[in-house]
Nanobody
Framework: QVPLVESGGGLVQPGGSLRLSCTVS???????????MGWYRQVPGKERELVAE???????????KYGEFAKDRFTISKDNAENTVYLQMNSLKPEDTAVYYCNAKITMWEEDQEFWGQGTQVTVSS
């Protein structure tokens, strides 16, 4: 099963907005702690890059981290109770077009594991 459930991608005009969400599926099993959770993006021929993520300083306390291109336009937030992260993307540009992947680093029973969503397409075009 898909460990991370993503939504919110789609087609938007330049200058428009999209809101992505990612939720940890209950099917992954026992969660001890979510170390980080956020979004990366990738286009063909390029490395997957950080968009924004919430990184735990201590359990249940998170600090946002942004990719340089996302500063001042995107906002990351997290609902700890639902293990959900949201990415509000404003003032979208054509160069933001990519597949956006949710990422989470989660402590399970005995070890830390990294999970990826299947990716949601974001296309910015007129």
């Amino acid at each position: 099963q898909v460990p991370l459930v993503e939504s919110g991608g789609g087609l938007v005009q330049p200058g428009g907005s999209l809101r992505l969400s990612c939720t940890v599926s209950e099917s992954i099993g026992r969660i001890v702690n979510v170390g980080s959770m956020g979004w990366y993006r990738q286009v063909p021929g390029k490395e997957r890059e950080l968009v924004a993520e919430m990184v735990a300083e201590i359990i249940q306390v998170y600090k946002p981290k942004y990719g340089e291109f996302a500063k001042d336009r995107f906002t990351i937030s997290k609902d700890n109770a639902e293990n959900t992260v949201y990415l509000q993307m404003n003032s979208l540009k054509p160069e933001d077009t990519a597949v956006y992947y949710c990422n989470a680093k989660i402590t399970m029973w005995e070890e830390d594991q990294e999970f990826w969503g299947q990716g949601t397409q974001v296309t910015v075009s007129s």
